[in-house]
């Protein structure tokens, strides 16, 4: 079951991957440039098969940026067509019912077209109570705009008379975030740096970059092969 040298009790139990190069890789298949999304999107229904065989339990998948929203209309609009057909097919999936898999969907949200929060909320609330594995989409986001938004949070609740300003901490601060779980392991495909993906949960976080793979071709003997770099590593935390 575990190849490549990859041990069980190595193995990350949350791996975060930045889901880059879909659409260089439909360029070099001479097609429109966000067809390249469609593969993209087929190679993270495989990607939960592959989590769940390695028992890795949380899974954050960077799926669109804010700055991604400048993207050309046309592209765009395909994008979020895209997200609405596949957040569907979801909602429907039956692995995230039998294998109690709880959806989070993290980002400024809020920017996405109505519909698609609806689908996002129903999905959230329908595996609220998962506890097996968790898996959060990060929609519309930026990991500036992750940390100003949990200092506006912290700043309201302060105001509010919620939260004094002796009790912020790491600790609080980390509460009001997106996402509250740091990954143990960041994978990038198609590129070498983290654009911003998770910075404040990311400190100490091991990071593996692959930019000589486009996500639609990142394969399971590539995801093993990270999980055995992982293995290999001793993670000091500054000691």
């Not at 009790?9 to 298949?29: C, E, M, Q, T, W």
């Not at 999107?41 to 769940?52: I, P, S």
């Not at 198609?190 to 394969?219: C, D, H, K, M």
Request: aromatic fraction near 12%; proline fraction near 3%; glycine fraction near 4%.
């Amino acid at each position: 079951m575990y190849t490549n040298n990859v041990v069980k009790y190595n193995v990350p139990k949350h791996v975060a991957i930045i889901l880059d190069g879909n659409r260089r890789f439909s360029k070099r298949l001479m097609m429109k440039p966000w067809k390249g999304h469609e593969w993209g999107a087929k190679k993270v229904e495989k990607l939960f098969d592959w989590c769940k065989e390695f028992e890795i339990r949380e899974l954050t998948l960077y799926a669109l940026s804010v700055e991604n929203f400048n993207r050309p209309k046309k592209e765009f609009e395909y994008l979020m067509q895209l997200f609405k057909t596949e957040f569907k097919k979801l909602e429907k999936d039956e692995r995230i019912y039998n294998n109690k898999i709880r959806i989070n969907f993290i980002g400024r949200l809020w920017m996405l077209p109505k519909d698609i929060q609806k689908t996002m909320t129903q999905i959230m609330e329908k595996t609220k109570t998962h506890k097996n594995h968790i898996i959060n989409f990060a929609l519309a986001y930026g990991g500036r705009a992750e940390v100003i938004d949990a200092t506006k949070k912290i700043a309201e609740k302060i105001k509010s008379g919620e939260m004094d300003i002796a009790q912020i901490n790491e600790k609080t601060f980390s509460e009001n975030l997106y996402l509250s779980d740091e990954p143990e392991l960041i994978i990038r495909t198609g590129e070498s740096r983290l654009s911003g993906f998770l910075i404040y949960q990311s400190a100490y976080s091991e990071i593996i970059f692959l930019p000589n793979v486009l996500w639609p071709e990142f394969t399971k003997e590539d995801f093993t092969n990270c999980l055995a770099e992982y293995g290999k590593r001793q993670r000091r935390f500054g000691k």
